[in-house]
Structures are given as structure tokens and as C-alpha cells.
């Protein structure tokens, strides 16, 4: 009697992670655009907040991850000659480099696709000579090219593709959809 009444309660305990695992989780949605100003965000994304935010915070970290070069005439090389201009750091620390020529917003949406209630995450973007778009590449401080030096120029900068003006839709999903995807029919759901 007693074995069976440790086994009833073994598996009454162990139930609610067996039908915690068969539950879908909610999708989970990163909606991220590039913008060349408050405006086009807003445009693309109806929510005139969030922009401001993200371009405050994108301008608040541009000179720190600027590419940076000792020379305007090193820094022409890369970027339009009416992009380079003498910066600070946040350090104090003055160099030439390219203006911040639009910002990264990055939002997540529920399931519903309603946004969460997390800050939009911003950084700022920079614009070459050839019409091509970089960010700060991750790692460092806060994803911020503050590592490199004066010099270093476009080193701690990773090129992308976005299109500008367009949000763009990325979906990560949850425990449930992977499980299912893998077993290729749906348990409990």
C-alpha cells in the first residue's frame, strides 16, 4: 500500500511539468526597421513615442560608436565629406567621423500583435559613400564601438541590409512550436 500511494504522488507532482511542456508558449516577435528620421519611423511603425525614444537614445550613444579617424581626410575615404565632422565622446575624447545618418529601432510584439511593454532597443546608423547602411557592431560596451580607437575607422562597425523606412519582421518562437515542428504533429494542442 504504501509503494503505490509514493508512486500516486510521484506522478501527481510530476503532471503539471508534463502539461506545462505540451502547452504552446506565446510567439514572440522582434520588429526591427531602420529610419532616417522620427518621421519614417512613425510612418512605418504608428507609434510617434517609441521613435522619439529610439532616435534620442540612437543619438545619445552615435559619437561613441562613430567610426573614428584621426584625419577628415581619412574619414572622406569612407563617408561624404559633409558627413565628417569633429566629435566628442562620451569620455571627452575628440575625433573626426561620420554624423549619425539614421537609427536601428528594435520593438517586441506579443502573439496578439500588440507591442510589449519593453523600451524599443535603438543604435545608430551610418552611412558610406556607396549608399551602404552600418551599425555598431555587437560586443564592447553595450554593443558600442568605444574600443576602438582613433584610427580604427570603420573597424567596429557590421554592414547590414535593411532597406530604410521599413519595418521589418522577425518571429522567434517558443518551447511548444519547436516541439512540435521537430515531431511534426501536435501534442495536447
Known amino acids: 500500500m504504501k509503494r503505490s500511494r509514493t508512486t500516486a504522488l510521484l506522478l501527481m507532482s510530476a503532471a503539471p511539468l508534463l502539461f506545462t511542456a505540451c502547452q504552446k508558449e506565446e510567439q514572440v516577435q522582434v520588429q526591427e526597421g531602420l529610419y532616417t528620421s522620427v518621421e519614417a519611423c512613425t510612418t512605418a511603425t504608428a507609434d510617434p513615442s517609441a521613435c522619439r525614444n529610439a532616435f534620442a537614445e540612437a543619438q545619445k550613444k552615435s559619437a561613441d560608436a562613430a567610426p573614428k579617424y584621426a584625419t577628415k581626410e581619412a574619414c572622406e575615404q569612407d563617408y561624404k565629406p559633409e558627413q565628417c565632422v569633429q566629435q566628442h565622446t ?80 522577425a518571429s522567434r518562437s517558443g518551447f511548444g512550436s519547436t516541439s512540435a515542428r521537430r515531431s511534426g504533429s501536435s501534442v495536447g494542442g
Open 90 to 169: 562620451s569620455a571627452g575624447t575628440s575625433f573626426i567621423g561620420p554624423m549619425m545618418m539614421g537609427f536601428f529601432m528594435s520593438q517586441m510584439l506579443s502573439n496578439r500583435g500588440g507591442l510589449a511593454p519593453q523600451a524599443p532597443a535603438s543604435a545608430p546608423a551610418y552611412q558610406d559613400k556607396s549608399a551602404g547602411w552600418a551599425r555598431p557592431a555587437p560586443g564592447g560596451s553595450g554593443g558600442l564601438n568605444t574600443a576602438s580607437g582613433i584610427g580604427a575607422g570603420k573597424a567596429g562597425l557590421a554592414p547590414v541590409s535593411s532597406e530604410p523606412n521599413r519595418a521589418v519582421t
